[in-house]
């Protein structure tokens, strides 16, 4: 057993490209340095960066033995049989020192480096230093390494690799050649897991494959030390329920199993799918990074027509294009918020599952979304076909009835929900009933609570004592008692009728009156069927019919009433801070 372990290297080691052309993901990078090499415009400081496990480090190493090989390629490769090669491999050169940026970091430390840099190489051209995590350093060992950076002996080349260049001072970077390592992407690790996979003898599928490399985040190291964990684990023959189960990975159904149960409107569905995330262990936050995937892939689909840009297996492509004609895109982008959403508030909840169960119900049953345009387009339609099927002789009179239904909110905001999957076709609502005002009265209760103005709602709930209603076949008269409901009814009469409308299927008239115009109204005639309530009292009748009033009647019971009344005070016009102070505190003239 201990021979086997002693002989056992590393994937990632066993792997690591030893010339420019094995270079994986990093062509402008290697190609780049190799004409360099070949044109003799080597510069004396290069700075490389980006994620981990792209490849810093092996570029550098790789580098150093193109410029010191006895035997080099006419292209610029080093030969890696001579012996400054393999001593560079093996990490046993004294031309090549590689420091570790963490630990080194002090100024103490830079002296030193800046002491032995002046001596010559000892077998090859140049003396190379290869600091790893330069950002590490300290400010005084970045001070310190100022004047050598900028003019170094003709010897010496420094190689700067970093995964955070930002906190690397402006003075180096301005000494330095900078080179960008980019993130690898999935095709490329797959590429070359199977290659080292073919080389290994091991048997492996492309979902598998495609795990891993999802797995490594774009890095090439951590895909190399997935792939030596997964081999562990299943042997020589790897199939991709086994690499789930070593690695622990949700599978791409229980995502498909989400937007069946969203589709279906299917809530019981989501508690079992979150009691199934709670019995299996995972996380909750990857739950809901790997369905903000599913969901992007559901959107790609829509919105390219194809499933070019999703990075999945065969058999789920074909599953992406059949599920996704269920969604339109502005329902995607709602249920992709709303995951981001609960991402963020998962994070300082004290009851992430909670949370994680409220947003698969929220998603199961949020309604579809409907463009405003659309909605325009469909009412246009209607009004044109119903124009168009009826004679000339009667268009006049279809004009001028109740236009089709549809409600303030439709009209108002720029989109309409409706079910995600019930059809999108707008049917205008025909008036079917006339509605009697014993009817309107004995809903009126059910109404109210259907107000969206909160404060002409309380008004009808807590101050309905001070509210005289009347209720007709095709009007409500309201008569407020105090002054300040009816200054707040009156902003709403219009809002008021489109409710009332809306509520009753039927256009009702709103009218306000002040209680001093009711009680002069109340000398006239009032209609049959008019129903009276009075909160106050707590009764409702019928009113009687009443003898009508002639003209000259009418006006000399007018003129009694005016003779009676005081002589009203002419009223003076007043200052605006006068009338500032009457509107705000209540104030009154009072005589001096």
Known sequence: ????????????RKWRPMQFHEMVGQDHVATTLRNAVTGGRVHHAYLFTGPRGVGKTTTARLLAKSLNCFQPAPDGEPCNICDSCKDIVDGRSLDVVEIDGASNNSVDDVRKLRDNAKYPPIHGKYKVYIIDEVHMLSTSAFNALLKTLEEPPPHLLFIFATTEVHKVPATILSRCQRFDFRRMDIDTIVKQLEKIAAGEGIIIDKESLLAIAKKADGSMRDSQSIFDQVVAFCGKDVRSDAVHNALHLIDEEFFFSITHAIYHRDVATMFRLAQMVN???????????GLLEHLRNMLSVLATGSTKLIESATVYLDR???EAVHFSQPDIIRLMTLVTTTQQEIR????????????LSQMAMMDSTVLLSELLEELKKNTHHNADTVPIAERQTVKEHTPPKYSAAAIASPVQTGHINAAKEIVPTPILKKVTAETIQQQWTTFVDTIKDAG????????HKDI????ADDSITLVPKQRLAYTTLEKYVPSLEEQVRDFYEQSIKIILMSNDAHKEQEMFAIPDSAIYTDTAKNTTFVAEPKPTLSATEKLSSLLADKSNEKPQKVQREYHPLEQAAVSLFGAREVPV
């Open 348 to 359: 300082f909840s004290t009851q992430p599952r909670f949370r994680f169960e409220l947003m």
């Open 279 to 289: 019995e299996k262990g995972y996380e909750v936050q990857e739950c809901l990074n």
């Open 456 to 463: 002409v709602k309380m008004l009808f709930q807590f101050q």
């Open 320 to 322: 992406y294009e059949r």
């Open 1 to 12: 057993m201990a021979d086997i372990q002693e002989q056992f290297v590393v994937t990632a």
């Open 468 to 471: 005289l209603m009347t209720f």
